[in-house]
Each structure stands twice: as structure tokens, then as C-alpha cells.
């Protein structure tokens, strides 16, 4: 027993045993409005025709390696220009994880809050890591962000817009000065695109350091695990030559280009959900000791007189799982994480919330 944690001591890398294990909150039986996954189903028809699909796949054989069919299917339900790669992954997790490993030597610099992957992937692979303040209003604050960049010089810039978890987009005339300004590889992550007007998705065949990174998890396909990048063909080409040459499997590549074929059922559930988010948000903005933050994504931010955790349980004690912030940084004080559900999910949710506080 003391052998195998001497063992383990010693062959594990000190920064690996100091990290904790990615957390999962359990939520059996629980209404789950934590993890931005999006509430719709296909129909029964359409699940019939996506299991025909299923049932047909080859797997005994492995899958294609560069996706060449998925890709050409992203490339038109997304309209991506000519000049830029695209690239895929397993979830954009794995894409963040890539981009990390095939830096040279370099530091990785975001904002916080941010998401948290950045700064775990960081850590993992040995790169240091920055990340300056936003505004108390969560946008950018530009005076220090282009003081760090200049002072630390880091090689690897993840901007998520919208970002996680504040909701709100970056200003793209900013995004544009932070880009000009420095000598970095700069990540635009639109996990989130679905929900917004926004689209950077230029700046990756405007500007020669700037990459765009988008996922099918928060359109609706989380269980799928698909990710994907969007660059210069010269970046594209060397971060390509570490991805582990099956990483898309069989499954997931047929079931991609299943759920692209009827891509107007993804965009339509993105369409309800906005309409969702605004209900919920004009129906959250009415309750005293509450304040909503302004959300492009497919969760709202709020914030609660009453600490936040007391609401968390409470809500928990209903059978609600909402992301519970408060204690993860200092500007989220007192602030819950809610996704944005059905119209059904999102009423009883109001209720226990009413309910909490
Ligand atoms: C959820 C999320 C991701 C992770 O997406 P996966 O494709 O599921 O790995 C990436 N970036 C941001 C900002 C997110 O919120």
C-alpha cells in the first residue's frame, strides 16, 4: 500500500497530483440546469431515421481520419471562407488541449472569469499561465489586458465570445486592438455562437494569428463530443499533426453528418431557447433581490441578495441543479449559473426559485 503511493508519488508529475479531477455534479432524478446542455429531443421520426444512419456504420472499421465528409458538411451548414482549414476534435476540450501541446514553449493568457478549461489545460501541460480582470461590467479591460500582453508576452490567447460564465460579448473593435497588438496566437472560442448575433469567424481569414474554435455541445449535441477549429491552413497543418489520427469515431462522424442534414432542427431549437432566455430574464428582472446579467448565451448569470449558496441548496432540495459561483471568484459573489431550458423546465425551475428565496 505505501509502495503503490510511493510509486505514485514519485511517478506522477507534481503539478498532476496537485490538480483535482474535473468535477461533475451528480443529478439523477434532478431538473439539470448546470452544465448549458440543451432540453430538445429529436422526434421520434427523426430518431428513427438518425438510428437507420447508426445501423449502417461500419464499426468494425476504424473511422475516416481526416473526417473529410464531416468536414465538407461543417464547411457548408457554417459557410466557411474558402482560406481557412477546419479542423476537429473531441469536443473543443480536446481542440484547447492540442493548441496547448503544440505551442512552443509559450504562456497561455485569458481573462477571468473564464472558462475553467483554459487554466486546467494550462497547468496540465506545464505552461504558465495569466489571466487579467474584466471590468466590474465583465467586459475587457483594455488598459491592463494590452499592459500584461506586452509585459508577459505569452503565446496562446483564449478569448471565449460570448464568454462562460458571464454571458456577455467581448467588443469586437477591442478583440481587433488585443489581435493587432500582439505577438500571440489568439483563440476566439464561440462555444455559444448559436446564441448570438456575433460572429468572429472573419477575423480567422482577416488576421494571420487569429484562430476560431466552435462546438456542437452547447447547439444542442452535447453527448457527441465534437469540437471544431477554424484557421490559416499553415496553423491548421501543424496543430493536425498531433491529434491522435482517430479521434472523431464512427459514431460521432455519422451521426455529425445526420444531425447536418437537418441542421434547420438545431437551429430552430437555438431560436427557441433565445426566445426562452428573454421570458426568463424579464420574469427573473421582476423579483426583488435579484440581478440578471445580460446574456448572449444559453445560461443566465444572476445574482442574489440572499448568498447564493443557501439558494443553491435550497434549490437543490426541490430537485434543481443550478451552477452554484459564488466562492470561484470574487466578481461572481453571490451568483448562480442558470441554463436556459424549455418552457417547461424554465417554470418549474422559477417556482422553486421563488421558492429559495
Ligand atoms: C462548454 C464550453 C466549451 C467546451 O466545449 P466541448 O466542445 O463540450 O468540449 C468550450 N468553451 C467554452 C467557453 C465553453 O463554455
Known amino acids: 500500500m505505501s509502495k503503490l503511493s510511493d510509486n505514485v508519488s514519485r511517478l506522477v508529475k507534481p503539478v498532476i497530483r496537485d490538480m483535482k479531477a474535473y468535477h461533475v455534479a451528480p443529478s439523477d432524478g434532478m ?14 421520426d427523426l430518431k428513427q431515421e438518425w438510428l437507420k444512419t447508426i445501423a449502417n456504420c461500419e ?7 481526416a473526417a473529410d465528409e464531416v468536414v465538407d458538411a461543417i464547411r457548408k451548414a457554417m459557410n466557411v471562407p474558402e482560406d481557412l482549414d477546419v479542423m476537429l476534435g473531441n469536443g473543443s476540450d480536446e481542440l484547447i488541449q492540442l493548441l496547448a501541446l503544440a505551442l512552443d514553449d509559450v504562456s497561455m493568457l485569458s481573462v477571468e472569469p473564464a472558462f475553467v478549461m483554459y487554466k ?3 497547468d496540465t501541460v506545464g505552461m504558465d499561465y495569466y489571466s487579467v480582470l ?5 467586459s475587457l479591460n483594455m488598459d491592463v489586458l494590452l499592459e500584461t500582453i506586452s509585459e508577459k508576452n505569452p503565446g496562446l490567447i ?7 460564465p458571464t454571458g456577455n460579448c467581448f467588443d469586437e473593435a477591442d478583440l481587433r486592438k488585443i489581435i493587432e497588438q500582439t505577438n500571440a496566437l489568439v483563440v476566439i472560442d464561440e462555444a455559444y455562437v448559436a446564441f448570438t448575433d456575433a460572429d468572429m469567424l472573419s477575423l480567422a481569414s482577416e488576421y494571420d494569428n487569429v484562430l476560431v474554435m466552435r462546438t456542437f455541445s452547447k447547439m444542442g449535441l452535447a453527448g457527441l463530443r465534437l469540437g471544431m477549429l477554424f484557421g490559416k491552413k ?6 493536425n499533426k498531433i491529434r491522435l489520427p482517430y479521434n472523431i469515431n464512427v459514431l460521432t462522424q455519422a451521426t455529425t453528418l445526420f444531425a447536418l442534414q437537418h441542421y434547420d432542427v438545431l437551429l430552430e431549437q437555438a431560436e427557441k431557447l433565445k ?3 428573454q421570458r426568463l430574464m424579464a420574469e427573473l428582472i421582476a423579483l426583488d433581490g ?11 448569470l444572476v445574482r442574489t441578495e440572499k448568498p447564493a449558496e443557501e439558494i443553491h441548496l435550497a434549490l437543490k432540495e426541490s430537485s434543481v441543479l443550478v451552477k452554484c459561483l459564488a466562492n470561484t471568484h470574487p466578481l461572481l459573489n453571490s451568483c448562480l449559473r442558470i441554463t436556459v431550458s424549455t418552457e417547461e423546465e424554465n417554470s418549474r425551475f422559477m417556482q422553486a426559485f421563488k421558492h429559495a428565496l
Open 275 to 277: 426566445s426562452e432566455r
Open 158 to 164: 483564449f478569448l471565449a465570445v460570448p464568454n462562460n
Open 290 to 300: 435579484v440581478e440578471v446579467f445580460p446574456s448572449e448565451a444559453n445560461f443566465l
Open 59 to 65: 464499426i468494425n472499421r476504424y473511422p475516416s481520419a
Open 31 to 44: 431538473l439539470k440546469l448546470d452544465a448549458m446542455e440543451n432540453p430538445y429531443v429529436w422526434s421520434d
Open 234 to 239: 499553415a496553423w491548421i497543418e501543424e496543430i
Open 120 to 122: 486546467v489545460i494550462a
Open 134 to 138: 474584466l471590468n466590474d461590467d465583465f
